[in-house]
């Protein structure tokens, strides 16, 4: 997991069996994806799938990766753009180490003004969750238009698959988790 000191992915990490959490550390978070694909072990995930399919599954279950796949979630993405975990992140999402999906949280106006690194790869992915209210442009991070946003519930999102949209309702089924 890829966080920032005062993120709070580092809290829910510390029960989780997160392997490795790192701000910075490029050579650390290399060697945990090495050591993950060697072990073929995956990490853990914030829905509790011990493998890490559920997550991915939900959004291209033809395209999920192998059970033993490691995911790597990365929070705030944009502060990791041009530098050594940038790279990692990059390595990762090629498959050079080992079976690996990558779950980066941005803004969109960053993600889509990036043109090097590991945010134009996940956009080329076409693949993204846009929770609401989502601002106006949003959509050109999946490469799509999106239609004017209606009022809803709160966790109310949009799943851009390969240029396709879906309306989503998120649900955290324990409100004292992050």
């Given amino acids: 997991m890829v966080a920032g000191l005062r993120s709070p992915l580092r809290t829910w990490a510390r029960g989780a069996g997160v392997s490795a959490v790192t701000s910075d550390d490029a050579e ?3 060697a945990a994806l090495v050591e993950n694909a060697l072990e073929g072990r995956g990490s853990a ?3 509790g799938a011990a493998d890490g399919r559920g997550l991915v599954e939900s959004a291209a279950p033809e395209e999920a990766p192998a059970a033993s796949a490691t995911v790597v979630l990365v929070d705030d993405v944009e502060r990791v753009a041009g530098g050594p975990v940038d790279d990692v992140l990059c390595a990762a999402l ?3 180490l080992g079976p690996c999906a990558v779950v980066a949280a941005g803004s969109p106006e960053d993600v889509v003004s990036a043109y090097r690194g590991v945010l134009p790869a996940m956009r080329r992915s076409r693949r993204a969750l846009l929770l609401h209210p989502v601002p106006p442009g949003a959509g050109e991070v999946g490469g799509v238009r999106l239609p004017p ?7 109310r999102a949009v ?3 390969g240029g396709r949209t879906s309306a989503v309702q998120l649900a955290c089924p324990d409100a004292g988790s992050p």
């Avoid at 946003?149 to 966790?155: A, D, E, L």
């Fill in 45 to 47: 995930t914030p829905t």
């Fill in 159 to 161: 799943l851009l698959r």
């Fill in 149 to 155: 946003p209606r009022p809803g519930p709160p966790g």
């Fill in 28 to 30: 650390g978070l290399r």
């Fill in 94 to 96: 090629d498959g050079a």
